[in-house]
């Protein structure tokens, strides 16, 4: 299998990086193709531009967006790492969605509504805040994310929602036995969800 693990931090020694970077080899280490896009790093432009709307005359992917639909093709399927800013994904992946995801490769139009066009792929979701786990599971806030973005997105896409992993208490002097066991709980998941997997030859 081939996996897009998909990093939308600003800076890559945080605790969302050294997530991203273990999930990948999680999925390395488990014979499979694992591409880490960091967002950040690569520079990722996530304003929607007028001349790439779908209604526009001219319409066109940019060429950043030809580049990461191409990195994508191939994916079975897309791991989102990302912090809660405003109990919501932030600004960059937002626009990443909008961008990549959108007309002519996530789906395309079919009558009143859309047609999917990433059938038989999975999503999977790992994010992290600030305020306690057990906090944010009591307000709701990550299952209205889960109903508002992931469901949303998948839906629109056709991508299967495999799970939305949430890290709790991720502070600035968080301890190194807190940072090492949420990094098992990524490697389980990674294993959990993929280690029955054909490897990819």
């Given at each position: 299998m081939?996996?897009?693990?998909?990093l939308?931090h600003?800076?890559?020694?945080?605790?969302?990086?050294q997530?991203?970077?273990t999930?990948a080899?999680?999925?390395t280490?488990?014979?499979?193709v694992?591409?880490?896009?960091?967002?950040?790093?690569?520079?990722?432009?996530p304003?929607?531009?007028?001349?790439?709307?779908?209604?526009?005359?001219?319409?066109?992917?940019g060429?950043?967006v030809?580049?990461?639909r191409?990195?994508?093709?191939e994916t079975?399927?897309?791991?989102?790492?990302?912090p809660?800013w405003?109990?919501?994904?932030?600004a960059m992946?937002?626009?990443?969605?909008?961008?990549?995801?959108g007309m002519g490769?996530g789906y395309?139009?079919?009558?009143?509504?859309?047609?999917p066009?990433?059938?038989?792929r999975?999503l999977?979701?790992i994010?992290?805040s600030?305020?306690p786990?057990?906090w944010v599971d009591q307000?709701?806030?990550?299952?209205r994310?889960r109903?508002a973005?992931d469901?949303h997105?998948?839906?629109v896409?056709g991508?299967a929602?495999?799970?939305?992993l949430h890290?709790g208490?991720?502070?600035p002097?968080i301890?190194?036995?807190?940072?090492?066991r949420?990094?098992?709980?990524?490697?389980a998941?990674?294993?959990r969800l993929?280690?029955a997997?054909p490897?990819?030859g």
């Amino acid at each position: 299998m081939r996996h897009a693990v998909i990093l939308a931090h600003p800076d890559p020694a945080s605790l969302n990086g050294q997530i991203a970077r273990t999930f990948a080899q999680a999925l390395t280490d488990l014979g499979q193709v694992a591409d880490l896009r960091d967002l950040y790093a690569m520079d990722f432009d996530p304003r929607l531009k007028a001349s790439e709307l779908p209604w526009s005359p001219s319409s066109r992917p940019g060429d950043d967006v030809v580049v990461e639909r191409a990195a994508l093709a191939e994916t079975t399927s897309l791991v989102f790492v990302y912090p809660l800013w405003f109990n919501a994904p932030p600004a960059m992946l937002k626009g990443y969605v909008e961008r990549v995801l959108g007309m002519g490769f996530g789906y395309e139009s079919a009558g009143p509504g859309v047609r999917p066009l990433l059938a038989g792929r999975s999503l999977v979701s790992i994010s992290t805040s600030g305020a306690p786990g057990e906090w944010v599971d009591q307000t709701g806030a990550v299952e209205r994310l889960r109903i508002a973005f992931d469901e949303h997105v998948a839906a629109v896409c056709g991508l299967a929602v495999l799970e939305h992993l949430h890290l709790g208490g991720v502070t600035p002097g968080i301890r190194p036995d807190a940072v090492e066991r949420m990094l098992g709980e990524v490697k389980a998941l990674a294993k959990r969800l993929f280690g029955a997997s054909p490897a990819v030859g």
